[in-house]
């Protein structure tokens, strides 16, 4: 599903360096009470794109992907499977080799590691990629509480680059990650923050970042999960 209608402001459009393409991904940059956050948010790889994701993962030194889709929903492709099926065989593209090293499942995530060598200086670069799978593409996660074991893990993972996320259209999901990881960051460092403030800020950079009632429903609902917490513990 091409969905490139989505990407609207173009000073924000992830520009690939190698062949001087554009990719529909975007940069994000939100703003919180002086502290600064940096994401490149991109819709499910498909089948022609595989290559130019992972040159982007490369050229931005990306060392955490966000996936909150799983490749198949009621029986509708959501995603292209973009990775190495088995740790005997690396995914062979244009410009690297992709080697999954080793993977965790866990209950509502599954932990990757993934080697990716460039094909023309035979370097390496690691990353874990981090795929949410309790999220369903029309609707929202059952509970709470795994959603927000799996951002603090997504934030403990980053060492370098933007953290990269995508769902299928890179919007919807997308957007609720990136608001949950703020507030979190926020919460954790004791800093205010306006929730209508940073929904603003990334749909001035990429269209329609929270597109549905259900979604925003959703992020209110984690973000007093995670105040209710506090309050009970002081």
């Not at 973009?82 to 499942?105: A, D, G, H, M």
């Not at 929270?210 to 309050?231: A, G, P």
Request: proline share 3%; charged share 25%.
């Amino acid at each position: 599903m091409d969905v490139s209608v989505f990407v609207t402001d173009d000073s924000t459009r992830v520009l690939l360096r190698e062949n001087k393409d554009c990719i529909n991904a975007s940069y994000i940059k939100i703003v919180n009470s002086g502290e600064e956050y940096y994401y490149i948010t991109t819709q499910g790889p498909l089948p022609g794109t595989t290559d130019d994701f992972w040159q982007m993962t490369l050229e931005n030194n990306s060392n955490v992907i966000v996936m909150i889709t799983r490749e198949v929903e009621d029986r509708v492709i959501e995603c292209h499977h973009y990775w190495p099926i088995s740790t005997k065989k690396p995914l062979e593209l244009k410009s690297c080799r992709v080697f999954l090293e080793n993977y965790q499942i866990l209950q509502n995530f599954v932990v990757r590691i993934f080697q990716v060598v460039r094909k023309s200086t035979e370097t390496s670069h690691f990353v874990k990629h981090l795929q949410f799978t309790k999220w369903p593409d029309h609707g929202t996660p059952a509970s709470a509480e795994g959603f927000i074991k799996y951002v603090r893990y997504v934030r403990k993972s980053h060492v370098t680059g933007p953290v990269l996320d995508h769902c299928s259209a890179g919007v919807g999901r997308t957007g609720v990650f990136l608001c949950v990881d703020v507030v979190f960051c926020a919460i954790e460092r004791n800093f205010p923050f306006n929730t209508m403030n940073i929904v603003g800020q990334m749909r001035e950079q990429r269209y329609r970042m929270i597109h549905t009632k259900e979604q925003y429903t959703f992020w209110y609902k984690i973000v007093h999960e995670i105040l209710h917490k506090l309050l009970t513990l002081k």
